[in-house]
């Protein structure tokens, strides 16, 4: 049965803009696709129909289980130069729907004048366009929790996905000279589930990955008279079947850079139960780091992402935040117990991640 037509339509309220032109993208399950774009003076409000969307990602979750959350990607750009790149998200359960944005401008630093290109590519002073010139995918175990135990411990680790539960994924943008996250999350739900758990051997190193669907996109810009582009980063999917982990790790599996070590404390092992014991409800955030830095390095080695946007990617240790907790629910649950057979002491440690924020990763060090 179709749903009502005010079933599909959500609104964003764009405030203390000024004049000017909004390219409006929703994300499709190919990739973003623009979907329109307006002149706003001031403070404009858009209204969206996602009937077109809603449908594209009903056939995504007959096809192949895959479900998204709606999210719209707004480029504003003014006519001196400045952009504002925004993301709001929405709820199918919730629809109609409204969101507020107020836009940060930034100028260009890099943006060059479109009469300094070909002639074919001069374009009026007032002409905006926003067009994607080139994309890539690619499919990688990537390590979502590890432990490298000292030589006395062995122990226990589990990592699970449960069952339709939403999982978010940063969209990392880059623009001009920097690297930014988007407010809103690429929100996927699977139909499917997947867990592996083990009891790692005494002084053995233990690794948990799953595969992972990355995307990259690059999108030229035509501004009043100036052209510039836009990179986005992202994880488009994630396969809970593939949860799998084992003793060695997969030489093309790798974790988010470690920049903090979380002092865990020193833990006193008796021999008769265990000394430490971590689940993910201890975490005080509802997400975690998992890694993006190897996909940079082949979208350089494909001569497809820019050269300043790859070298600022690794100078700033770039990862990709992945929410898992909505709804009150928590998507993924993970447990690590250690343990010695000796009374001996062991120091625990923690990692955490930061590029643009702090985000803990799920790795374990005992020395």
Not at 213 to 241: C, L
């Amino acid at each position: 049965m179709q749903l009502p037509y005010f079933r599909n339509l959500a609104s964003v309220n764009i405030q203390n803009a000024g004049e000017v032109h909004v390219f409006v993208s929703a994300l499709y399950p190919e990739g973003f696709r623009q979907i329109a774009e307006y002149d706003i003076k001031n403070n404009g409000r858009i209204v969206l129909n996602l009937g077109d969307l809603r449908r594209a990602w009903e056939e995504e979750y007959s096809k192949n289980k895959r479900l998204s959350q709606p999210l719209i990607l707004l480029t504003i750009v003014t006519k001196d130069g400045n952009v504002s790149i925004e993301s709001v998200s929405f709820d199918w359960k919730e629809l109609p729907q409204s969101r507020t944005v107020v836009p940060e401008f930034r100028a260009l630093k890099n943006a060059v004048k479109t009469s300094s290109e070909q002639t074919n590519d001069v374009q009026p002073l007032y002409y905006y366009s926003r067009t994607l010139v080139d994309s890539y995918e690619w499919t990688a175990p990537t390590i979502v929790a590890q432990v490298i135990p000292d030589s006395p411990t062995k122990g226990y680790i589990s990592y699970t996905y449960s069952i339709n539960k939403k999982v978010g994924f940063s969209i990392n943008a880059f623009v001009d000279t920097d690297w930014t996250r988007l407010a809103s999350y690429n929100i996927v739900q699977k139909d499917e589930t997947g867990s592996h758990y083990a009891n790692f051997p005494q002084g053995s190193p233990y690794y948990i990955w799953m595969n992972v669907k990355y995307r990259y996109e690059r999108w030229r810009v035509y501004s009043a008279g100036w052209v510039w582009y836009e990179e986005y980063v992202y994880v488009k999917d994630f396969y809970p079947s593939t949860i799998t982990g084992g003793t060695s790790k997969l030489s093309d599996a790798q974790v988010p850079p470690i920049d903090r070590w979380i002092d865990e404390g020193v833990h006193e092992s008796t021999g008769d139960i265990g000394y430490y014991a971590f689940h993910i409800w201890d975490l005080n955030t509802s997400d975690f780091a998992v890694d993006v830095l190897k996909f940079i390095d082949v979208l350089e080695l494909m001569g497809k992402i820019s050269e300043t946007a790859a070298q600022k990617a690794t100078l700033i240790g770039l990862f990709v935040d992945v929410g898992f907790e909505y709804d009150d629910m928590k998507a993924f649950d993970f447990d690590l117990s250690l343990d010695s057979d000796v009374q001996t002491s062991h120091h625990v440690w923690r990692g955490e991640s930061t590029d643009m924020s702090t985000v803990p990763v799920l790795y374990f060090n005992v020395d």
